[in-house]
């Protein structure tokens, strides 16, 4: 076998926003994720909006006011 062909693995610990945390291995030394398995829709069966700037209250707005018309 060919010396130095693959990469190094490390032992990593992956960061979600959610606060989730969890150990796996990577070619990369830090791992930070917006989803993960446990707050991901598909796997919790709910719906979370991640609204930091307003626009979906923005958009909620715009067009609550059309509808009444």
């Known amino acids: 076998m060919k010396k130095d062909l ?3 693995l ?3 610990t992956v960061h979600c926003t959610c606060g989730n945390q969890f150990v796996t291995r990577s070619t990369k030394t830090e ?3 917006t989803l993960c398995s446990a707050c ?3 796997y919790t069966g709910t719906q979370k909006f991640v ?3 307003g626009r979906i209250d923005k958009f909620a707005q715009r067009y609550q006011d ?3 018309k």
Request: hydrophobic fraction near 30%; charged fraction near 35%; proline fraction near 11%.
């Open 31 to 33: 791992i930070r994720s």
């Open 6 to 8: 693959h990469p190094e």
């Open 10 to 12: 490390f032992d990593v």
């Open 51 to 53: 609204d930091t700037a």
């Open 66 to 68: 059309k509808s009444k």
């Open 40 to 42: 991901h829709p598909f």
